[in-house]
Structure formats: structure tokens, C-alpha cells
């Protein structure tokens, strides 16, 4: 697969679910269940004066319920999603017997699930002593990046095969674009200080330069942001972590020599390697906004060990 193909797949799937709603979009989730699950899945379509009895489909195997969600953009209302979520789980109970875990599917299109849905599925899931969930729209983007091409291609109608210039392909770039966005709105509860006791010792270990410390440091404190996007987008972040993992090593083989010079050498290489391919046609300011989340990201997996050495007093985590 090109990483056109891998782009334009996950490009055309997440315009589905920002674009689909009521009918359409429970049909686009039968679609990726079957595609997944096999004969295993069972969509239920409402039959004569019973409906669907609160059933969208269900996985045989497990006795699980699906109960699917698509409210339109401008009609999502979090109160009515919690509702929705609690009776429709009264019906399912009501008619049918084999049902054995719930979960509500809710086109959130990447916003977060509200809390009043998941309050009401754990309530639901303490009165009737039965497991609960609720798949957002980062959940079934998971499913479908675990898709074959077919698969793929067969939900999305096919991809195009090349990509406009100005186009970020990588699965780092929408992560990129989510923290841009985060910084922008300057939201100040995504701030943390919570960076991991061991970060130090890795800038210590790593030998990096005092100025290149302070930016991993400094970055450090906005790591919130990252994992609200992979709370929303869970099928991303084994593919940004490759991605990432990737450039480190190119730079251990593409930069050698003194271990301190090599050191800051990387964190440089590394940077370009993270920056989207448009990022020289930006102005000034564009360009510093763009390198502090790429700073960001830095961050992240310097934290995991996934960028630079483990200090060999550190555990594995």
C-alpha cells in the first residue's frame, strides 16, 4: 500500500462520519462491523410494529448489543444522547434475551463523547449488572485502519493515487494539525506539569544541549493535548508511534560521530523529519507554530523512550 492510498483511505473514511447521519451512518457502521467481524455481525433492520426492538445488530458470539447513534452535526444534543442511550437499552432488555453487553455507537466526529452519555451507560451498567461502552467515531476509525485495501476501498468507494503537493500524507500530521488547533484556542486546562520524574534524567542521559533541553521541557507541559487526541482517535496512535520510531532511526543511521554532537545533531534532523512537507511555504509565524508542536510531539515520545535512549536506570514502561 503507497502512503497515498494509506492518506486518502483514512482521509475519505473520516469524511464519512463527518458527513453522515441518522440512516447513513448506521448503514456505513454495518458496513465496517461486517467487513470486520464477518458472519459474526448481524445487522437488524426494524421489521412490522416491534421495529428493532432497540437492536441495530450484534456480534453472535459474544451477545453484544449495538445500539447505533448518528445525530447531525447541528442536532447534537448531549442530554438527548444519554437519554437515547439509557432507553434504548431498556428496549434491548425488553426483547431480546440473549443480550449480554451493551454499547451505544455515537457519531461524536471526533469531539469526545459527552459526559452525560457516559454517565447514563454507567448507570445503565450498575442497575442491570451488565458491561457497558460506547464507540465514538475514533473507535470505528481503529476498525477500519485495521481493514484490508479491499476492505477498505470497498467501504470509501476507492481512494485517488496521488496527492496534491501542499498535502501531509502521515498519520503524525493530523496529530500536528489537532495541536495547532488546541494551541490556538489557548485553552489553559490542557496544561500539565505532570511530565514523567524520569524526563530529566533521559535529557541528562541523552546529552542534549541546555537550549534543546529547555524546548523538550517546555513542550512537555502541553502533553495533555496529545492524549485528548488519541482518547478521541485511538486507531492512531500505533501508527503515529511507527511513524515517529521510524524517523529516530533513520537518524541513528544517518548521523554518526561525537556522541554530544550527534545527539543535537538528531534533534534537528528529527524535527525537519516531523514538520509537514508545505511547512517552508508558510510565513514567519505560521513556521514557529508549526515548529512548537512539532516540539509537542517531540516530547511525547522522548517521554516513552520512543525518541532518544532509555537511561539504563529507567524500567521499561
Not at 95 to 101: G, I, S, T
Not at 291 to 303: D, G, R
Request: proline residues 6%.
Amino acid at each position: 500500500m503507497s502512503v497515498a492510498d494509506d492518506f486518502w483511505f483514512m482521509m475519505h473514511f473520516k469524511l464519512k462520519l463527518h458527513q453522515l447521519s441518522g440512516e447513513a451512518f448506521q448503514q456505513l457502521f454495518n458496513d465496517l462491523m461486517e467487513a470486520q467481524y464477518g458472519a459474526d455481525y448481524c445487522p437488524v433492520q426494524p421489521w412490522g410494529s416491534q421495529g428493532d426492538g432497540g437492536n441495530d445488530g450484534f456480534l453472535k458470539s459474544e451477545g453484544l448489543y449495538f445500539q447505533v447513534y448518528g445525530p447531525s452535526s447541528h442536532e447534537l444534543n448531549p442530554a438527548r444522547a444519554a437519554t437515547k442511550a439509557a432507553k434504548d437499552f431498556e428496549k434491548l432488555k425488553a426483547n431480546w434475551p440473549d443480550l449480554k453487553a451493551y454499547t451505544f455507537v455515537f457519531n461524536d466526529r471526533f469531539r469526545g463523547v459527552p459526559p452525560p452519555v457516559l454517565e447514563a451507560l454507567r448507570q445503565v451498567s450498575e442497575a442491570y449488572d451488565i458491561p457497558t461502552d460506547c464507540m465514538k467515531g475514533g473507535d470505528l476509525e481503529r476498525l477500519f485502519l485495521e481493514l484490508s485495501d479491499a476492505k477498505k476501498a470497498a467501504i470509501v468507494n476507492g481512494v485517488p493515487t496521488t496527492l496534491p503537493a501542499q498535502i501531509d500524507p502521515r498519520f503524525v500530521g493530523d496529530l500536528l494539525t489537532h495541536l495547532a488547533d488546541r494551541m490556538a484556542s489557548v485553552d489553559t486546562e490542557l496544561m500539565s506539569d505532570s511530565t514523567a520524574p524520569d524526563f530529566d534524567e533521559k535529557l541528562e542521559f541523552n546529552g542534549l544541549p541546555e537550549r534543546f533541553r529547555h524546548i523538550l521541557k517546555s513542550a512537555s507541559y502541553q502533553l495533555n493535548s496529545v492524549e485528548v487526541f488519541f482518547n478521541n482517535r485511538p486507531g492512531m496512535a500505533q501508527q503515529i508511534r511507527d511513524e515517529v520510531a521510524a524517523i529516530y532511526n533513520a537518524s541513528l543511521t544517518d548521523i554518526t560521530g561525537n556522541f554530544a554532537d550527534a545527539s543535537a545533531d538528531r534533534f534537528v534532523y528529527i524535527l525537519n523529519k516531523l514538520l509537514p512537507p508545505c511547512y517552508k511555504d508558510h510565513c514567519a509565524a505560521a513556521r514557529i507554530g508549526l515548529e512548537s508542536v512539532a516540539y509537542v510531539v517531540m516530547a511525547k515520545y522522548f517521554e516513552t523512550c520512543d525518541l532518544y535512549e532509555r537511561p539504563l536506570s529507567t524500567p521499561s514502561t
